[in-house]
């Protein structure tokens, strides 16, 4: 794990100097809980992919959507565990 975070910050600092952010809005992007900020993005992928649907197949895709918001109230309350751990 501490070579992923160190290959991921490495790549986030080259690519501060190539597309001229600072590291700190690249780091923040990344943040301390890297496996649950992907996660979120995932979640909000997947509901805006769902409110997309032309079609709500019978009631699925609406409990799906609950199920997605539920999903990523979750990992905030996971985000806000971890930090009250420190």
């Known amino acids: ?18 597309f001229g952010k600072s590291f700190s809005k690249v780091d923040t992007l990344i943040g301390e809980y890297p496996e649950l900020n992907l996660a979120k993005k995932s979640l909000d992928a997947a509901k805006a992919h769902l409110n ?3 079609k709500d197949y019978d009631g699925h ?8 918001d539920k999903a990523m109230e979750e990992v905030d309350k996971a985000v806000a565990w971890a930090d009250k751990q420190k």
């Open 1 to 18: 794990m501490k070579t992923l975070k160190v290959t991921l910050l490495g790549a986030a600092l080259i690519a501060s100097f190539c």
């Open 52 to 54: 997309k649907a032309d």
């Open 61 to 68: 895709r609406k409990e799906a959507l609950k199920y997605t």
